[in-house]
């Protein structure tokens, strides 16, 4: 038996849950923190047999797919009068960093 560990966004973390469960997976969704950016994401356990893990990571991937997203960030003006306005900035999203452990032995009691 093996355990996916998925860190997914947090936009995409229910989504890649319903999808796995949809799929025949049983998952553990947790709140997660990356340790760069000190942002919230999710961490999905799924634990599985070996010969199904490629269908557990094609699941992943479809659903947490890497895409770029226009958002709007505030800039104070410089000089002029006080105020702020929006500037769109284009961001990547999404994305998947997926680790598969072997596990040693598996108890349900
Ligand atoms: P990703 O490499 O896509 O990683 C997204 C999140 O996945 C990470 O969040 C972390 O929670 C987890 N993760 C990735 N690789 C891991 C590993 N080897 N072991 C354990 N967890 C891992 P953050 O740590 O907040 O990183 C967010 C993004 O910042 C990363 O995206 C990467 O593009 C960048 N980054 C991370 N560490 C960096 C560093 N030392 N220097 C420059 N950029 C870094």
Do not use: H, W
Request: hydrophobic share 40%; glycine share 10%.
């Amino acid at each position: 038996m093996k355990l996916v560990f998925a860190i997914v966004s947090n936009d995409d973390g229910n989504t890649v849950m319903r999808e796995l469960n949809k799929a025949g997976f049983s998952v553990t969704k947790m709140a997660s923190t990356g340790g760069f950016l000190r942002a919230g994401n999710t961490t999905l356990l799924v634990g599985t047999d070996e010969e199904k893990i490629q269908s557990v990571i094609d699941v992943i991937s479809k659903y947490s797919a890497k895409r770029k997203q226009v958002v709007f960030s505030p800039e104070p003006y410089i000089g002029g009068a006080a105020g702020y306005t929006s500037f769109p900035a284009e961001i990547e999203v999404g994305g998947a960093t997926i680790f598969v452990v072997d596990v040693e032995r598996f108890e349900k009691v």
